[in-house]
């Protein structure tokens, strides 16, 4: 599957910032399974910029604007080709004790490296509640796609998916509280039941292809950048992809981004100003399919 | 009493704490760099990532200057056979070294030549070698080292600033400092100024929030950068406290014998990693003689609710606890053999006592790159009597630790080779924060003299000879100018409304906590900005400050006058010793100047209350109270009290030290001292407010003053002081993330 993505970001602050500093994060990083055929961004007013490798699978670009500002226009776009099948649980898979003992086995610590996934983070703290909550799908026997599959699916079963009930900084354990929240509190909530529970669990933003309902037509505009998570499934299976906020494993209708421990590892926008001001956002995400793969 | 260190065995410590400080290089320099240490399994990957320290952006980063450690410490702690165990290393921002220094100045003083003539060695060479360190470090030759501090709410402040005080450091915190094309710049009153090294005390988590953590709001945006790009030292690097996990215990011996080919001097504590399998078995088995504790730093795991314990004392319920724990995430525990401590004599008030102790040790690289040990240290004393060392907490007390020389010790003082020394006149640039500080003392300290002259005189307590009784009247617009000053504002009027006599609203500006003029706010605030600049004031000036106000004690209740009368004394005496001791710097400057602009605005405001068009001679006599200058009228003056001469000697007379022209004359011949950006020529912002001001008063009449005139003087006045703000000071420039700025599906 072919997609175009563009994801227009518009900041207005009702005064005047100085000094802005971004970290974008909105470039597809490599991935076996998809492959980016074109891509550019563009950033108003003008920044200085440059890019790096981030600190997990998350490339970075800094832009810094010396002159005062008021609002600022960021827009992503790329056109990216995806070739991934939704896996399926087999009786093959290694069970979650086989994954959690290879884990800590694996004498890497390269960005993808599952022995930096298995440690609590800043935004994907080691939560007794939600381990607790997380383990009854978690059991040593289970096949590890199986088990993932089932908690993503409780999940989505449990949880109320309303884009009200928290915002983009609430702390996991307040979406759990409150069994409601989007994709990112979902993401969390799995990544620490996973940890939790000794398995290497990473946290993965990009876009999700919306199927409009039957007979209507698609909105622009009208799809939003999304998250997941991924575990690490021993050497033979590697990173496997499942999305808690639709109950699902992740097949071709997801573009990944960037993966990280947590989310402020691959925040799209991130950063700092000078300027005490109240900030308006509006972003405008649409995923358009150009052909079948 | 210290602890007392003989040659012999210091000199095993020595050589050991060496061999470790290589190790431990070595071992960080691989993490970052080549990896083979964890390719071939002598180093397990989990055993790193767990840590809180662990940083994987400055993987492939050499640091700059060549080292990643250049100041550590390592805490030892003695068996009851005399053999030294190592219990922690501390490898980010060890604290101690400068309480080893406190400590041992304490004692000094205490023991006066008893130091010299036991041989004991001194620490100063030690800290002269460190800083050689550091200035060879950097690519210039003569390069600016800062001492990068968490800010005076820190818990260890007071021993930042010594430090950097003792080692001529600027004592800098992250809003200080600017990063302009990939390059580290401290915000002086003379504009940027590039600074070489940072020696941090700052967790690396906040050092950049464009790096680390996008929430620190105490960092610098583009330090990393500037890290990057090989234009910055920092001891010690990022990323050097993956070296602090308790679980890298587990592997040091054999990371000895493979990287240094050699066994350890001095062994860690016995430790098993239960991430490992047949570790985990051992300590199972095992689990009643040892310590099971977090692998890690900061990361209490779900089966150690209460942090490290000792396994036979787990409780049937904890013990289940441990278990599961340690069934789903074994990574987090380690097991550690349990080792008792010997003692050293303490003194306890009455009698000397053993004390199971700890020892801190200090190491720094010199200006070779070598390591050398500070010869002592510190050491903490436990409160109870029998303690195994991996249980030691926080010890109550801290002692010396002295090492004695087999031959006489030469003295050595920081004040370095003095055929060598250049004569210098100037202590380096002034920061913008420390000049912001230093103004801001001035302006307080000169307004509780001011508020406690006004709070005696409503007392009444003025004492001159043929002074009139004081009508209501005057009392009144007294009242009304401790009110304006927000003194006193709360014990105006009761609750039904009725005024309160003068005495209540007195005692609410003395003591008022809901006051923002009360002296009690006043000696707050300036005990408060001087603690933010406690590396350049002297000793006895920070004394003074601390001891500024003191709550009324039991026998003074209702002794107002002499409780002001102390205060004012208290105030007066911290302007004058400020204005006698301060070298005549740009800091003395800016204290100076706003002690000025702090006087001139009270002097306007008294003539302005007391010397109005139809001011009465009560009016006019409470002001030469106020302004302390009815000495100089009677003596002048042979008739009663006139206005306009009363106007003249309190505002105009330029040789009287109160005066508004007094203060103007001062003021711009400091503004026109201080340093200038423009290369026109032409007078900043500053300078020219001061001009016009200065012309305002030499022109004015005493006739003229009257209330109009001064209200426009003191709005000048304010404007002069918020533009020499502008100009030389931070204002603005603490950074604010940028809120999220995404929208999630």
Partial sequence: MIYDVSHKTTISYDGIVRLAQFNIRMRPADWP????????????????????????????????????LSELVISKRFRVKVERKAPEPSPGDPTVDQVRDAALAVQRID?????????????????????????????????????????????????????KATDA??????????????????AHIMIIGLRGAGLPAAYVSGYLRTIPPAGKPRLVGADATHAWVMIWCGEALGWVGFDPTNGCTVGPDHILTAVGRDYADVSPIDGVLLGRTLQKLKVAVDVIPVEAA | MPLVIGPDEWRH???????????????????????????????????????????????????????????????????????????????????????????????????????????????????????????????????RIGLLTPGRYNQSYAEQAHLARYLGFPLVEGADLDVRDDKLFVRTIEGLKRIDVLWRRLDTRFLDPLAFDVSSQIGTPGLFDAYLAGNLVVANAPGAGVMESPVLAAFMPALARRV????????????WWCGQTRERATVLKRLDEMVIEPAFNGVRPVGLPDGAILGQSLSEPAREALMAGLAVRPEDYVGREVVRLSTTPSFNGQRLEPRPFTMRVFLARDGAGAWQVMPGGFARLSNSGDVRAALMGEGAFSA????????????????????????????????????????????????????????????????????????????????????????????????????????????????????????????????????????????????????????????????LIGRTLRLMDRFTALGGLAAEYMVRGPGWRFHDLGRRVERSIATSRMVRTFATNNATADHLSTLLDLADNQVTYRARYQTGLARDAVRDLVALDPLNPRSLSFQMEIILGHVSALPVLRDDGMPEEPLELARRVSAMITTVQAADLDPDFLLGFEARIMQLSDAVGRRYFLQGSVVAPAKSATQLA
Wanted: hydrophobic share 45%; with cysteine.
């Fill in chain 2, 13 to 143: 410590i020595e050589a050991a704490m060496i061999q470790r400080a290589e190790l431990l290089e070595a071992v960080v320099t691989d993490i970052h760099g080549e990896q083979s240490l964890i390719r071939d399994s002598g180093l397990p990957a989990a055993a790193i990532t767990g840590s809180q320290s662990f940083w994987r952006q400055m993987i492939g980063v050499p640091p700059p200057g060549g080292y990643h450690l250049r100041f550590i410490a390592v805490d030892l702690g003695r068996g009851p056979d005399g053999a030294w165990r190592v219990l922690a290393d501390h490898c980010t921002t060890p604290a101690g070294a400068g309480y080893a220094l406190e400590n041992r100045i304490a004692l000094s003083r205490a023991t006066g030549d008893l130091y010299a003539e036991r041989n004991v060695m001194r620490l100063a060479s030690f800290f002269a070698a460190f800083r050689d360190g550091l200035a060879g470090s950097a690519t210039r030759s003569a390069p």
């Fill in chain 2, 400 to 559: 010396d630790v002295c090492v004695i020389s087999d031959a006489p010790v030469e003295p050595t003082t920081l004040l370095g080779d003095p055929a060598n020394t250049p004569v210098r006149r100037q202590s380096g640039v002034l920061p913008s924060r420390a000049a912001d500080s230093l103004f801001w003392l001035g302006r307080y300290v000169e307004r509780g003299k001011n508020t406690s002259r006004v709070i005696r005189a409503a007392l009444g307590g003025s004492v001159v000879a043929d002074s009139t009784v004081r009508t209501r009247s005057a009392e009144q617009l007294l009242a009304d100018l401790l009110v304006s000053w927000g003194a006193g504002s709360t014990a105006r009027e009761d609750a039904k409304g009725k005024k309160m006599p003068v005495y209540a609203l007195c005692e609410a500006a003395l003591d008022g906590r809901d006051e923002p003029g009360s002296l009690w706010a006043i000696a707050t605030g300036v005990r408060g900005i001087a603690q933010g600049i406690r590396d350049r004031l002297s000793p006895d000036l920070w004394r003074m400050i601390d001891d500024l106000y003191k709550p009324a004690r039991d026998d003074e209740k209702g002794a």
């Fill in chain 1, 33 to 68: 399974d998809q492959q980016v055929l074109s891509q550019d961004m563009s950033i108003t007013p003008g920044a200085a910029t440059f890019s790096r490798e981030g600190a997990y699978l998350a490339p970075l670009t800094r832009a810094r604007m010396d002159a005062p």
């Fill in chain 2, 260 to 271: 240094l080919d050699t066994e350890l001097l001095i062994p860690n504590i016995a430790t």
């Fill in chain 1, 169 to 186: 900084d609430t702390p996991a354990s307040e979406a759990f509280a409150a069994k409601a929240g989007v994709c990112q509190d979902f």
């Fill in chain 1, 111 to 163: 960005a993808l490296a599952p022995a930096n996934y298995l440690y609590p983070s800043p935004r994907a703290p080691l939560d007794a509640g939600i381990i607790a909550w997380c383990a009854s799908d978690l059991v040593g026997g289970a096949g590890i796609v199986a088990a993932g599959l089932a908690l993503a699916r409780r999940i989505q079963k449990v949880f109320d998916y309303d884009p």
